[in-house]
């Protein structure tokens, strides 16, 4: 019985074109974009708390006190929400240019 010798040197150039692409990379995504959150918005809010015995002075210093504290926690919260939507904006502007250049 004959034997053709084109049939074992078309499986081995097929298995070297498959072996080839299984070693190349998938196209490189972009990392996404992250922004560092400033430290005033990563700091736990102060809770002012009266002593042991209080005085008419000290609930009325307390109240201030908390008056400012809630004031300082509103505008870190302020910040933090005003970062990420910074960020979210910068990702869908990312996202955007990239759908752009695909064909």
């Not at 072996?19 to 996404?32: D, F, H, K, N």
């Not at 000290?58 to 929400?81: F, H, I, K, N, S």
């Amino acid at each position: 019985m004959p034997t053709f010798p084109w049939r074992p040197i078309g499986c081995a150039v097929l298995m070297t074109m498959t072996a080839s692409c299984a070693g190349t990379r998938p196209p490189s995504v972009p990392e996404p974009v992250r922004l560092t959150l400033p430290v005033e918005a990563t700091r736990p809010c102060r809770l002012v708390t009266l002593g042991p015995s209080p005085t008419l002075a000290d609930l009325e210093t307390a109240y201030m006190a908390r008056g400012e504290a809630l004031v300082a926690c509103d505008a870190a919260r302020r910040l933090a929400v005003a970062t990420l939507m910074a960020e979210r904006a910068a990702q869908a502007v990312a996202e955007g240019s990239n759908r752009q250049k695909l064909p």
